[in-house]
């Protein structure tokens, strides 16, 4: 079985502070890794994945993740918000293992940055 | 290159209608996805298809629900006789390459029930 948590329904940052976006994973083998942003009345938009490699992977938008393994965590970050970073965002992870392609998504993390 | 497109974007049906949403992926793409999102709520999966094989229907809710993909490009997705609680979004999905790629998302269509 594989799923995902997201622990904080909001978070409120500055503009210009840097942000974090939490997100914790449950997985039997090895896990594939994935952010997505929403904005109002829009679908999801991919920002980062972790296939393997690196612990630390850079997307879209300035935006980074770091996998860590033994906390099995995998953390959305920018070092400076941006009003226009506000949304909402979704972990999402998959066994490797499984043999399934299905993804299993979180509940979403409402992002709002404050001017 | 075109996105995912999804029609209608809005739908409003009287319970016990019957809906079909449409979904356009990225031309190429072998692998579609379908999911519903309830508000407040990540997208639950429903159904996969790998090109025009439904490979996974576990996440369709009740057998009102209905997916097809005859020529491995367009799918629909039918609702028969629509109840309250199928009031969500639809959202459409493709990859070229389902095991290791990226899921491009269409910007989905709105059902409510009435």
């Known amino acids: 079985a594989q799923s995902v948590a997201q622990p904080e329904d909001q978070v409120n940052v500055a503009e210009g502070n840097p942000l974090t976006v939490k997100c914790t994973y449950s997985?039997?083998?090895?896990?594939?890794l994935f952010w997505y942003v929403q904005y109002p009345n829009r679908g999801l938009q991919f920002l980062l994945k972790?296939?393997?490699?690196?612990?630390l992977v850079k997307g879209s938008y300035g935006f980074e993740a770091e996998f860590n393994k033994s906390q099995t965590s995998f953390h959305l970050k920018k070092p400076s918000a941006l009003v226009s970073d506000s949304a909402l965002y979704f972990c999402?992870?998959?066994?490797?293992?499984?043999?399934?392609?299905?993804?299993?998504f979180g509940r979403g993390t409402s992002l709002i940055v404050h001017p | 290159g075109a996105g995912v497109s999804q029609s209608p974007r809005y739908k409003v049906a009287k319970r016990g209608q019957d809906v079909a949403l449409r979904c356009d992926p990225i031309?190429?793409?072998?692998?579609l996805f379908w999911y519903q999102q309830a508000l407040g709520q990540g997208p639950e999966f429903l159904t996969y298809?790998?090109?025009?094989?439904?490979?996974?229907k576990s996440g369709l809710p009740s057998d009102r629900f209905f997916a097809e993909r005859p020529e491995g490009s367009v799918s629909t997705l039918k609702i028969q006789r629509t109840q309250q609680e199928d009031s969500a979004v639809y959202l459409c999905?493709?990859?070229?390459?389902?095991?290791?790629?990226?899921?491009?998302f269409g910007p989905g269509t709105r059902l409510t029930v009435l």
């Open positions: 999905a493709s990859s070229s390459d389902p095991s290791t790629d990226t899921q491009y």
């Open positions: 997985v039997s083998g090895n896990p594939y």
């Open positions: 972790y296939i393997t490699g690196d612990n």
């Open positions: 999402a992870v998959r066994d490797k293992s499984g043999g399934s392609y299905i993804p299993t």
């Open positions: 031309s190429g793409h072998v692998s």
């Open positions: 298809f790998q090109n025009e094989a439904q490979l996974d």
